[in-house]
């Protein structure tokens, strides 16, 4: 070829091993007739050969047939053509069979600079031959040949038959297989190993060379950036449902349950104690890594006592105390909580106030660390967001029991009181609040007796579930009384209090029943304003269902008049007065539960049980119907 690489003439050997004819291979550029993995070689051979007088040789490999490669010693040196005087380089392939070792050089050096390890396996001889490469890689394996059978020995059960598959590959180069290896000194380790089929000179034998990787550092800064993570993210979830638990805890049990499950597992203490502010003193729990015998002394503590939790409390600073000195140094009048006694041998503590300087005192929390931990400003500031998370709940809590704690004596002061002795007749009355809101709504009941000696008594529900409906409540319950005091009958009770309500333009409606029933023989007369039917049960266990005459709700329609009907109540019969929540629900429809009601008003009346004992098996009805609404019932038994 000429200096510059363009091929002049080559053997049929040459051209057989570039896999071309050579009238294919005239004229072009030497490195061009190579494997891209081989052109570079190709063409610095031919350039050193150009420059100088010297030899150059290279271990090049050619394509070969079958997939393996095979690998050739090539020679290249500057010639002089004869007949026109004209400067060559002449490049042929050596005999290397002899030294098949000199083949192997080049891939010894490539691995080595690549910090890889290169072993020979030869499929006749079922060996390893350890070549070299990196020193630390090389170092794994045993030095002299080795069998297979003792190679794979040494490999993990498991990763066994992946050699073997490795070895038997007929692919010029397979991929990456990962290995456990056992070594001799340091045990095991976790290597990736490719192999390569390469022919050692034409005419000469097969091997496979393997090349190994040693991934133990690797794989074991995998495995603990994998557990960094995976304690991370398990960090993450903890905290955000720590952040919900907190946000969503409805009482003060709940709250407290979250702290002392929570806050010692998430911020890696060995134990955890809440206190919590009442009435200027410390009200405290405990988690299992805190016995209660311990903290005792803490329980019922003033708020103002010289000691690091009340005042972590009082002034909303945080503390950390890392030892027993900084402990009897800061607070020497401290109380004497038996845990701190070990501060710096055993124990470290911090404390975190539930409310900020300056806001009212609620509570804080306080956590022991094992000897020697610090906790990082990442997990201070974290403690503190809870912190804050636990006194606004807190806050919203307390402000709801106080909210519904009004709102109860608020229901219960317009509850009226019933008549005590009403003769031939029993009464009593039940009223359970609805599961949402204020606990309080617009159920009411009432009984008295009328200037003729004839017992009145009405039911009814006012739209809503908050304060406004039971105000309404009260209104349209003391209308319906006094109005009642002037008329004769409930038709013209309802008729005068739906124009008053109408006039009003309440923004409200109601609905209601009024019974007005004579004691002495049992006369009933009733109207209805929208309300549900009246249950009757009789002694014999029966029951029926009575849909009075009336018109509709109290305070939509103006003008209108309620009809009555009149029936009579016999002796050992009753009669049974409900609301909707007790007979009407997401698991129940009005027909439904009417007959539930009015199965269990019977089968009490045949169990022999008074009113009283009537209306509390009654009520028990309100659990079937999964209620959200409120409950009012009304017995009415003529003895």
Not at 320 to 337: A, C, L, S, V
């Amino acid at each position: 070829m000429t200096l510059d690489g363009a091929v002049r003439g080559l053997n049929p050997a040459m051209a057989t091993a570039l896999g071309r004819p050579a009238e294919q291979c005239l004229g072009r550029d030497f490195a061009d007739l190579w494997p891209a993995s081989q052109r570079t070689s190709a063409e610095s051979l031919v350039a050193h050969a150009a420059r100088t007088t010297t030899v150059a040789m290279r271990v090049l490999e050619f394509p070969g047939r079958g997939g393996a490669s095979v690998a050739c010693l090539i020679e290249a040196r500057q010639v002089t053509d004869p007949a026109s005087g004209e400067q060559l380089v002449w490049v042929h392939a050596l005999d290397a069979r002899n030294d098949l070792a000199s083949l192997v050089i080049p891939f010894r050096l490539a691995t080595e600079a690549a910090d890889l390890g290169l072993w020979l396996y030869s499929p006749q001889e079922q060996q390893l031959e350890w070549i070299g490469g990196s020193p630390p890689v090389a170092a794994l394996l045993p030095d002299p040949p080795a069998s297979l059978s003792t190679v794979i020995s040494a490999v993990h059960p498991d990763d066994r038959e992946a050699l073997r598959q490795l070895l038997r590959s007929a692919s010029a180069q397979s991929p990456w297989v990962r290995l456990r290896y056992l070594t001799q000194h340091d045990g095991w380790h976790q290597l990736a190993a490719q192999t390569r089929r390469i022919q050692l000179g034409y005419g000469g034998p097969e091997r496979i060379f393997g090349v190994i990787r040693d991934d133990t550092k690797q794989e074991k800064r995998r495995k603990r950036a994998q557990a960094a993570l995976t304690a991370e993210r398990q960090r993450a979830k903890d905290n955000a449902d720590f952040s919900s638990a907190l946000i969503t805890a409805a009482t003060e049990q709940e709250l407290q349950q979250v702290v002392l499950t929570r806050l010692a597992a998430t911020f890696g203490a060995s134990g955890a104690l809440l206190a919590l502010v009442d009435e200027g003193r410390l009200r405290v729990s405990t988690d299992a890594g805190i016995a209660m015998w311990e903290a005792g002394h803490l329980h019922g503590m003033p708020l103002d006592h010289p000691s690091p939790l009340p005042e972590a409390i009082r002034t909303g600073r945080s503390q950390f105390i890392p030892d027993r000195e900084d402990y009897i140094h800061r607070w020497p009048h401290g109380g004497g909580f038996l845990r701190l006694a070990l501060l710096g041998f055993d124990y470290c503590v911090s404390i975190t106030p539930l409310s900020e300087a300056g806001n009212q005192p609620l509570g804080g929390w306080l956590v022991f660390y094992d000897s020697g931990y610090r906790p990082s400003l990442d997990e201070q500031t974290l403690m503190g967001t809870l912190a804050s998370l636990a006194g606004q709940a807190l806050r919203r809590i307390r402000l709801q029991q106080a909210r519904v704690e009004l709102a109860t004596a608020l229901q219960q002061t317009m509850l009226p009181t019933l008549p005590e002795h009403l003769a031939g007749l029993e009464v009593a009355a039940r009223y359970r609040p609805s599961r949402d809101g204020l606990d309080i709504g617009g159920d009411w009941y009432d009984v008295f007796v009328m200037p003729d000696g004839a017992v009145a008594l009405e039911i009814g529900d006012v739209q809503g579930h908050d304060v406004d409906a039971a105000a309404f409540m009260g209104q349209v319950r003391s209308f319906m009384r006094g109005i009642a005091a002037h008329e004769p009958d409930p038709g013209s009770v309802l008729t005068r209090t739906n124009d008053l309500l109408v006039t009003m333009g309440a923004a409200r409606f109601a609905s209601c029943t009024m019974l007005h029933i004579d004691p002495d023989d049992g006369r009933v007369t009733g109207a209805s304003a929208g309300h549900v039917p009246l249950l009757c049960a009789r002694k014999d266990g029966s029951h029926s269902i009575r849909e009075l005459a009336g018109g509709p709700v109290l305070g939509v329609v103006p003008d209108t008049e309620y009809r009555e009907e009149t029936f009579t109540l016999d002796e050992d019969s009753a009669l049974v007065m409900v609301t909707d929540g007790l007979v009407e629900g997401p698991g129940l429809t009005l027909e439904a539960g009417l007959e539930r009601a009015g199965t269990l008003a019977g089968a009490a009346l045949h169990d022999g049980l008074d009113a009283e004992e009537t209306a509390d098996r009654i009520l028990d009805a309100a659990v079937a119907v999964d209620h959200l609404d409120d409950v009012a019932v009304l017995v009415i038994r003529r003895t």
